[in-house]
């Protein structure tokens, strides 16, 4: 676990500019803060909208994400009033922390930048519990909040703007066209609001005062998910980094939360930690959010033996109450998610192999490259909701095979894509009325394993370009072993039936 966490390939250094940037980012806005004589509250909630917009804003392009922080006040501060109009209301707060678990999710239907206002304000009534705010706490709060995220946003779109020389990130996305409760937004939201009330009920039975940990946990089990078999696994990774935190909690924040200095270099160590191993560990990940809250527990004077195993439990309650509501209320069963991802998956293939044999004949407009990108960010979803199948406690061994077979044939398709768009992109790259035919069977093959015709142009024997038999063989190479993939596929998709005589 450790080695997938901070040995994983990390292609561009990506991860490592990430989390960098993340540290300057929040280090600059806490600075501010400080600078501004803010109180440690008021300095602990600028630094988190300082690391939510730096973590959670992943619009494609800069511009987007420019617009996207600039609405987080929007979204966040009307959040963070009503959240202290109703302190000494409880039951008219807790149903107002429902309302927003609710809304949050169901904000996610409208992509990344739904996604990210949903997680602010979310985040933002979190906040005011976390810190007992009351109206009279606000004009300091909400000058910490826009100074932080300046802050923040300088460091991201000035100082240190690497999107600006990277193409734009495929956002991979399931289509979701049904209405009413048919929709899976819809769904997660009925999910997250009744989960967040069971755990928040249990949650204040541990604790009248530290109850909102419970729902924060069942929040945080529902982002980026979508079928109960992910969040089962998220339910049971936070759970566990939670469990590591604490120790390291016990062992770093207990006797070190009195020190400054020790303090800083602890909660920037737990920012890298953070954003580093966000992509590849959600455990670790978790750790690192455990470790820094124990640290600003301590920073507020508030910091014992007794906080840290509370945590554990009520984690342990929201966790609980995610994994019952998925169980019980309008499932999104595995096997369906995971048959949809594979299916985009199938097409994209063949979308890049049109793609490759229209531009080697000598269309401008095919770009495969693009395919590509989108394909590899389909496997990478592919492979979050494979992930449940594949996890070393599933008992099912039989799925778990399937579910490998699968990754391995799929990634076996998606480097043969690759060389197609590399050939393709070749301009002394020669024709072959073989390249034709090689593309059609791969049409075939794809429609064998899909349940409507392939997408794009037709591609058949009639569309041969002019025989050239020089440079193309290694183009064949990939379309043969591309074939191989998607008829060996048949087998764990169990749609042999569907194969063409003689394939």
Sequence with gaps: MLKRAFAAQDPGRMRLRFASRAVLGIGLAVALCAAAGHTPAAAILGGLAALLALFTVTDPTVRGQACTTALLPVAGLPV???????????????????????????????????????????????????????????????????????????VRFGV????????????????????????????????ATLGAGLALALGQVLSDQRWYWAVGATWWVFVATTSRGEIVVRGFRRFLGTVLGIVLGFAVAVPLHHEPVAVAVVVALSVFGIFYTAAVSY??????VTAMASMLYGVLGVLDADLLVLRVTETAVGALGAVLAVLFVLPVTTHSVTEAWVERALRCVHACTADAAARLAGSGDADPARRVAELEAILSRLRLSLSPLVHPLNPMRARKRRARQILELLDDCAREVRGLASVASDPEASHDVRLAAACWRVEVAVEALTDAPAAGRPLGPENAP????????????????????????????????????GA
């Design 160 to 191: 240190w703007c690497y999107e600006r020389r990277l193409p734009a990130p495929v956002v991979a996305a399931l289509p979701d066209d049904a209405e009413g409760l048919g929709r899976i937004t819809t769904r997660h939201a009925v999910q």
């Design 283 to 288: 455990t670790w990940m978790m750790l690192a």
């Design 80 to 154: 963070l009033t009503l959240a202290a109009l109703l302190h000494d209301v409880p039951v008219a707060r807790d149903l107002a922390f429902l309302a927003v678990v609710g809304a949050g999710v169901y904000a996610r239907r409208w992509g990344p930048r739904g996604h990210a206002l949903g997680v602010f304000a979310f985040m933002s009534y979190f906040s005011a519990q976390f810190l007992h705010t009351v109206p009279g706490h606000l004009p300091e709060l909400y000058a910490a909040v826009l100074l932080s995220l300046v802050a923040s946003s300088t």
């Design 466 to 501: 002019a025989a050239e038999p020089t440079g193309a063989e290694q183009m064949l190479a990939h379309l043969h072993a591309l074939e191989r993939a998607l008829l060996e596929l048949a087998v764990p998709l169990r749609r042999a039936d569907r194969l063409p005589a």
